[in-house]
C-alpha cells in the first residue's frame, strides 16, 4: 500500500469493502455474496439454491414442489425424503434407519434384545430361557421336570443340570469335576487344580482347613443282624487315637418305643454305629434338607425310594461328616442331630430286595479290604 492509499493493509477501504466490492463477510453493499445468495440463502428474485422462495413456492412448478417432487424441506407429497423416510426418521412401513419402529421392534417382531412382545425371543423363549408352556430349551420346566419323561431326567437320563441319576455328566464327571474313579477331568490326576482330590484332602490327607484326614475302619466282613433282621447292621469302627467323646449306649428295641439307650461321657477307640433300613414311600411324608439339585438327588417330601436310619453311640461330628460325604456318593440325602442321621434315597419303585442291597454296600464302604464302586450294586468290587 502506498503513502496515499484508502486501504488498509486488509484492502478493505473506509466502508469495509475490498476492490472487488465485498465486505469482510463476503457480501456486497446489497447483500449478495459473490454466488449471488444473501445472508438467508436467496437470489436477488428471492429464490433459494433449490429454487424455493421464502414462502416455499418453487420457481419453475409455482407449487409447494420442485421438478423433482420434493419441497423446500426435501419431502414429497406424501411426507418422505428421497431416501424414504419421513421427519421423524421412519420408512413407509413404520420402521426407521436401524429397522425399529417407534415401539422399538423390528419388522419380524423383536426389539433390540430379540424379544418380542410378549417377552419371548426369537426361538420362543424368554430371557429365563422358558418357552410359553414353561419349559426351557432341555425341555425342563421350573419344578425341573421334564415335559416328555414326567420326570427330573429326560430320555438320555439325565437332569435339568446335565447330570444323571448318579451325579455324573454326559462326560462321566460330577459337579466337582471327578468321575467315579476318582480322577479329574481337568488335571487327569485324582487332584483337581487347586491340590484336593473327590473327598477334598491333598496328597498329604489334609482337607482344606489343614486338618488331617479321619480314617475309620471296620471290626466286621459282613452284616451282623442284632434284631433278627436283614435290615438292621451295627458296625464297630476302631479310631487311631482314642479320646473323650459323648457315648450313647443301645440297651434294646422293640417296634413301639424304638432303640433304649443313655448317653454319658467316655474314654475310647471305638464307636459303635447302628443301621436300619427300609422303604419309603408317599404315606411316610419325612420332610428333607434337599440342596440345590446337581444330580445327585437328595430327597423330597413324599418322595418314593429308602429311607436310612443311623444312630452312633458316640457323638463324633467328624465321623457323622465323613458318613454323610460316602452316602452322599450313593445319593443319599441326610439330615443330621447329635446321635442320629436321618437318609432318604430317591427310587421310584423301592422294594425290600434292593434295600437289604443297600445296606451291605452301606456297610462296605467302612472296609479297608475293598473300594466300593458307586456305579455298581456290588459292594464286594475291587
Not at 133 to 141: I, L, S
Not at 240 to 246: A, C, D, R
Request: aromatic share 16%; glycine share 12%.
Amino acid at each position: 500500500m502506498g503513502l496515499f492509499s484508502r486501504r488498509d493493509k486488509e484492502g478493505y477501504d473506509k466502508k469495509g469493502y475490498d476492490e472487488d466490492g465485498y465486505d469482510r463477510e463476503g457480501y456486497d453493499k446489497d447483500g449478495f455474496n459473490k454466488k449471488g445468495y444473501d445472508k438467508k440463502g436467496y437470489d436477488r428474485e428471492g429464490y433459494d439454491r433449490k429454487g424455493f422462495d421464502a414462502n416455499e413456492i418453487h420457481k419453475i412448478t409455482k407449487t409447494k414442489f420442485g421438478t423433482e417432487g420434493y419441497d423446500k424441506k426435501r419431502f414429497d407429497k406424501d411426507g418422505f425424503n428421497k431416501k424414504g423416510y419421513d421427519k421423524n426418521g421412519y420408512d413407509k412401513d413404520g420402521f426407521n434407519k436401524k429397522g425399529y419402529d417407534k415401539n422399538g421392534y423390528d419388522k419380524d417382531g423383536f426389539n433390540k434384545k430379540g424379544y418380542d412382545k410378549k417377552r419371548f425371543d426369537k426361538d420362543g423363549y424368554d430371557k429365563k430361557g422358558y418357552d410359553k408352556d414353561g419349559y426351557n430349551r432341555k425341555g425342563f420346566g421350573t419344578d425341573e421336570i421334564n415335559k416328555i419323561t414326567k420326570t427330573k431326567f429326560d430320555e438320555t437320563g439325565f437332569n435339568k443340570y446335565g447330570f444323571d441319576k448318579k451325579g455324573y455328566d454326559v462326560g462321566g464327571f460330577n459337579l466337582d469335576g471327578f468321575n467315579v474313579d476318582g480322577i479329574n477331568k481337568f488335571t487327569k490326576t485324582k487332584f483337581d487344580d487347586t491340590g484336593f482330590d473327590r473327598d477334598g484332602y491333598d496328597k498329604n490327607g489334609h482337607d482344606r482347613r489343614g486338618l488331617k484326614q479321619f480314617n475309620i475302619t471296620s471290626k466286621f466282613s459282613k452284616i451282623i443282624s442284632s434284631f433278627n433282621s436283614d435290615f438292621d447292621a451295627f458296625v464297630t469302627l476302631v479310631y487311631h487315637e482314642p479320646s473323650t467323646v459323648l457315648s450313647k449306649s443301645f440297651f434294646s428295641h422293640d417296634k413301639k418305643t424304638g432303640i433304649y439307650s443313655k448317653s454319658f461321657e467316655s474314654f475310647s477307640n471305638n464307636n459303635m454305629v447302628h443301621f436300619h433300613i427300609e422303604k419309603a414311600g408317599k404315606q411316610y411324608g419325612t420332610i428333607w434338607n434337599k440342596p440345590k439339585d446337581t444330580g445327585k438327588l437328595q430327597g423330597d417330601n413324599f418322595e418314593s425310594g429308602y429311607t436310612l436310619i443311623v444312630n452312633f453311640n458316640k457323638n463324633d461330628s467328624e465321623l457323622k461328616s465323613i458318613l454323610i460325604k460316602k452316602l452322599g456318593r450313593m445319593n443319599f440325602g441326610s439330615l443330621p442331630s447329635e446321635y442320629t442321621l436321618d437318609c432318604h434315597l430317591n427310587e421310584e419303585y423301592p422294594n425290600d430286595e434292593r434295600a437289604k442291597e443297600l445296606l451291605q454296600i452301606i456297610v462296605g464302604l467302612f472296609s479297608t479290604a475293598a473300594t466300593v464302586d458307586f456305579s455298581s450294586n456290588d459292594p464286594t468290587r475291587t
